[in-house]
């Protein structure tokens, strides 16, 4: 069992001795043309004369790591803003779309699906160029729309997932549909969709990089100003080499949260239904006398 | 209004940049991402790793960075090519690594046992994912797809705003000639909406013909 593949496909069977041979050809042919490529790659980058100490002089300037740190604190500051927002829009919008006053709902619907059709850059620029308003607000905004408009239909979708009998419950306790919703569907939406919620804040985090080309001071914006300046030899790939692995790893560590959230979740006995034992025959209530 | 039928050459050049770019890059995204899917499924183990990282670094790159890296990075790095064909290179890698796994999920859908019963049939490999395997999973992965496509086609103004030609980027000119901004990008928005309602449209017609039935 220790060569098989990590979960059962329809592919193939687990390996038997011979194929099992074949497979390590196969592996280490394999594992040699990838190598060959990455040691293909990294000759071209010592042949462009990417490491020279020139290039990678400007990291070692407090001005410029400043200048990073700024550009970071601006896209977490945006993100930050942007997230928040987007999930008070979303909050409104599901419960526009949920709504039983129909002229409510149909406004609601035409708002979403048109703000999720959009390219969130063409929302950006008409907002800054059109609107004139400033790259931060204006950055901010363009991501609210688009991602308040699909976190309205993770939210709905959450709602509407809550089984029928809480709501039947709910109301039969005499609780209002403002009740209802707010202290029986959200909570247990929220808590069912709470993954699928992080993974959209992955996209708000990696779409803060629109800003860069509304010349928001963002983390890019700085890597650009260091990438073209002509003293230290247009240092573009040690740029994109320090700032990549940051942006990625910022976005891995929300990504993972994510996953984390959803295998706890798989795991708790809280998500689960509760489990009531059935009447027995001859009691009224489960305990009963 | 007349900002369209005065600029009509214009607006066309840009709509048809649009959709070069997305038709371009959905062909790569396509063909990379079935290459990293059968990748990420094979019995061998590196394989799998490289689709792994493939996906999982992608997945997590802000698209501007990697339009940055491949638009400006890679012409330092002795690389000269048409910009177009760049803005390709990056749309088609960046979506490449969402079409994976949309198709390896639709791989999964398919069950075991339909695998099994095809080599107890005595059927190779390339015969039970050929004739067994895939068609299942086409079936079950066309609306993600198309999703996926749509998100390739918005995708694309960022190509605009790194001059290439491209709709979202005929703003600008017609900013300078001083039509009005609102009108402007009101036909932009009806140029996209054209775009990824085509192929949400297609993407209906497909499920209909061969998706499955739930």
Not at chain 1, 204 to 229: P, Q, V
Not at chain 2, 28 to 54: D, I, K, N, Q
Not at chain 2, 182 to 199: E, P
């Amino acid at each position: 069992m220790t060569h098989s593949a990590p979960t059962p496909t329809a592919l193939y069977d687990i390996p038997g001795p011979q194929a099992r041979k074949r497979h390590l050809v196969y592996g280490i042919v394999s594992t040699a043309l990838i190598l060959a490529l990455v040691g293909w790659i990294v000759y071209l980058l010592f042949d462009t004369d990417q490491f020279t100490a020139e290039k990678w002089r400007p990291f070692q300037y407090k001005g410029i790591q400043e200048l990073l740190l700024r550009g970071l604190g601006n896209t977490l500051k945006a993100f930050a803003y942007a997230a928040v927002l987007s999930l008070a829009l979303g909050a409104v919008l599901a419960v526009g779309r949920l709504s039983v006053h129909r002229p409510v709902r149909w406004v609601s619907t035409l708002l979403v699906e048109f703000f999720r059709a959009m390219p969130v850059l063409v929302m950006i620029f008409f907002i800054f160029v059109a609107l004139k308003v400033q790259a931060l607000p204006a950055l901010v905004a363009g991501l609210t729309l688009y991602n308040g408009s699909v976190l309205a239909e993770v939210f709905r979708t959450g709602i509407n997932s809550v089984d029928r009998g809480q709501r039947e419950a709910a109301y039969a306790l005499g609780m209002r549909k403002t009740q209802v919703t707010t202290f029986v569907l959200a909570p247990q939406a929220v808590r069912a969709m709470l993954p699928t919620i992080i993974s959209q804040l992955v996209v708000a985090l990696k779409d803060t990089s629109l800003g860069y080309l509304i010349t928001y001071e963002e983390f890019l914006h700085a890597g650009k100003l260091i990438a073209s300046n002509l003293d230290y030899g247009l240092p573009f790939i040690p740029v994109v080499m320090v700032i990549s692995p940051i942006y990625i790893g910022l976005c891995m560590l929300l990504s993972w949260f994510a996953t984390w959230v959803a295998r706890r979740q798989r795991r708790s006995p809280k998500t689960e239904a509760v489990g009531v034992a059935p009447a027995e025959p001859g009691k009224l209530l489960p305990g009963g006398q | 209004m007349d900002v369209l039928t005065d600029n009509f050459s214009l607006y066309g050049e840009g709509f048809l940049g649009t959709v070069e770019l997305t038709v371009y890059s959905s062909a790569l995204a396509l063909a990379l991402g079935f290459v990293m899917a059968s990748f990420r499924v094979a019995p061998v183990g590196s394989l799998r790793v490289l689709g792994t990282v493939w996906v999982t670094v992608l997945r997590n790159t802000p698209l501007t960075l990697l339009f940055f890296a491949v638009l400006l990075g890679l012409p330092r790095f002795g690389l000269v090519l048409p910009f177009q064909l760049f803005a390709v290179l990056a749309l088609g890698c960046y979506t490449s690594a969402f079409i994976c796994e949309v198709l390896r999920s639709g791989i999964n859908t398919v069950p075991t046992g339909q695998g099994e019963a095809a080599r107890t049939l005595g059927m190779s490999f390339g015969q039970t994912l050929g004739n067994v395997v895939l068609p299942q999973a086409f079936r079950s992965v066309i609306p993600p797809i198309g999703s996926t496509l749509i998100a390739l086609a918005k995708n694309s103004a960022i190509a605009g705003a790194f001059s290439v030609t491209e709709l979202l980027g005929t703003y600008r000119t017609l900013n300078e000639l001083g039509y009005s901004i609102i009108w402007t990008f009101i036909w932009i928005a009806v140029g996209y909406l054209i775009i990824t309602l085509t192929i949400s449209a297609l993407f209906h017609v497909m499920e209909k013909r061969w998706g499955v039935a739930r």
